[in-house]
């Protein structure tokens, strides 16, 4: 079974504050990780993903197979990064096209001014 | 290029009552899922159609289902509506299953 784990349902910090927003997952096999992002009245989209290993928005996230974690993390929040975040995963198919994303219950970052 | 669209926004039920969703892939998607959202939790995972066939599904009782069209536009039925089905659907589209799933903005299902 997969499971997704955001520990924190809020989140509050100051501009120019360092964040870290935990994620933790089970899946016994091989697992994508993203994080997706919904700002307030916007769809939800995604914000980045483990193998691309790549910055967006100033936000990085590394894969810890051995401490099942997939944390956000930005070193100076903005206000404009205020919104819900949710970590998902998803099962490595093997090629079957077969998607299925499992998501935690999110996280929601307020950034003060 | 278009994106994810989901009709109605808002819809209200009556318990026992039918209803059906619908949504439009984004131009070039083979790939639709949807999930159910109920207030204060994650997307929970409903099934997926990949080429106009149920390609994984769920924990969801058989009331759920869907179909997927030639055009990979899709719809999400669910009989005898019950109380506990008040969610926001959301789609999400994306070329073969393990691509970048994009989302629509969701149909709010109220069901009194």
């Known amino acids: 079974a997969q499971r997704v784990t955001q520990p924190e349902k809020l989140l509050s910090v100051f501009k120019g504050a360092p964040v870290e927003l935990k994620c933790n997952y089970s899946?016994?096999?091989?697992?994508?990780l993203f994080w997706y992002v919904q700002y307030s009245r916007q769809r939800l989209q995604l914000l980045l993903r483990?193998?691309s290993r790549e910055s967006i928005k100033g936000f990085t996230a590394d894969l810890n197979k051995g401490e099942t974690s997939f944390h956000l993390k930005k070193p100076f929040a903005q206000e404009e990064d205020s919104a819900m975040y949710y970590c998902?995963?998803?099962?490595?198919?093997?090629?079957?096209?077969?998607?299925?994303?499992?998501f935690g219950q999110g996280t929601i970052l307020t950034v003060h001014p | 290029e278009t994106g994810v669209t989901q009709s109605p926004t808002h819809l209200i039920k009556t318990r026992g009552q039918q209803v059906t969703l619908r949504c439009s892939s984004q131009?070039?998607?083979?790939?639709v899922s949807w999930y159910q959202q109920a207030l204060g939790q994650g997307p929970q995972f409903i099934f997926q159609y990949y080429r106009e066939e149920e390609n994984g599904r769920g924990n969801f009782p058989p009331r759920f289902s869907g179909l997927q069209f030639p055009n990979y536009s899709s719809e999400l039925n669910v009989n005898a509506l019950e109380l506990d089905d008040s969610a926001l659907y959301l789609c999400?589209?994306?070329?073969?299953?393990?691509?970048?799933?994009?989302f629509g903005q969701g149909t709010r299902l109220t069901v009194v």
């Open positions: 899946y016994s096999g091989s697992p994508e």
């Open positions: 999400a589209s994306s070329l073969e299953g393990e691509g970048e799933a994009f």
């Open positions: 131009s070039g998607h083979n790939t």
């Open positions: 483990h193998i």
């Open positions: 998902a995963l998803r099962a490595n198919a093997g090629g079957t096209s077969y998607g299925k994303l499992t």
